[in-house]
T-cell receptor, first 111, second 116 residues
Framework: SQQGEEDPQALSIQEGENATMNCSYK?????LQWYRQNSGRGLVHLIL?????REKHSGRLRVTLDTSKKSSSLLITASRAADTASYFC???????????FGTGTRLTVIP | ETGVTQTPRHLVMGMTNKKSLKCEQH?????MYWYKQSAKKPLELMFV???????ENNSVPSRFSPECPNSSHLFLHLHTLQPEDSALYLC???????????????FGPGTRLTVL
């Protein structure tokens, strides 16, 4: 399987807390991307990390990538109720030319 | 607003109907994609077009028929669907397949399809 697998499947936290989601994959990749989806809507690209990068930041988002363990994590700091959504990792496997998405982590931020 | 629009947003159809989903992108991209999203399943890639040529057909049943008349428009023609085809159908676009390793995709809002 070329798709990533997110963990946990669901996460519920209080507003202001940090949220961490993990993604594991099995193939070599060009890059790994994180997307967000609000209920019943399309996916929105959040951040892309290349295979030669280890960490990347964008606002309150911090993504890490460990290619030796074939895993990535997405950290959302100081969460807000508006962060409630599903978060997907997508792998861009070497030579595949397509993205492969997992089943996502459903994050609920309680006000 | 991602620059990718889809119509209709909701569609209810019977198993004998014929309908079409439309996707349009205003981003100047050359690759377009159809995905199917069902509850508790990974996003399923259905079709890929690169410069109007179909490059991927992911073993999709023939009751789904894609059409890409130009790089900005993508259609999914539906006929004699089954209830299990009920799902959210997402369209996406990206700059170009195979040219770079970035392949960031921009998604439309989706069409929620219900087959009765």
């Amino acid at each position: 399987s070329q798709q990533g697998e997110e963990d946990p499947q669901a996460l519920s936290i209080q507003e202001g807390e940090n949220a961490t989601m993990n993604c594991s994959y099995k193939t070599s990749i060009n890059n790994l991307q994180w997307y967000r989806q609000n209920s019943g809507r399309g996916l929105v690209h959040l951040i892309l990390i290349r295979s030669n990068e280890r960490e990347k930041h964008s606002g309150r988002l911090r993504v890490t990538l460990d290619t030796s363990k074939k895993s990535s994590s997405l950290l959302i700091t100081a969460s807000r109720a508006a962060d409630t959504a599903s978060y997907f990792c997508a792998t861009d496997p070497t030579g595949a030319n397509n993205l492969f998405f997992g089943t996502g982590t459903r994050l609920t931020v309680i006000p | 607003e991602t620059g990718v629009t889809q119509t209709p947003r909701h569609l209810v159809m019977g198993m004998t109907n014929k309908k079409s989903l439309k996707c349009e992108q205003h981003l100047g991209h050359n690759a377009m994609y159809w995905y199917k999203q069902s509850a508790k399943k990974p996003l399923e890639l259905m079709f890929v077009y690169n410069f109007k040529e179909q490059t991927e057909n992911n073993s999709v049943p023939s009751r789904f028929s894609p059409e890409c008349p130009n790089s900005s428009h993508l259609f999914l023609h539906l006929h004699t669907l089954q209830p299990e085809d009920s799902a959210l159908y997402l369209c996406a676009s990206s700059q170009e397949m195979g040219k770079s390793s970035y392949n960031e995709q921009f998604f439309g809002p989706g069409t929620r399809l219900t087959v009765l």
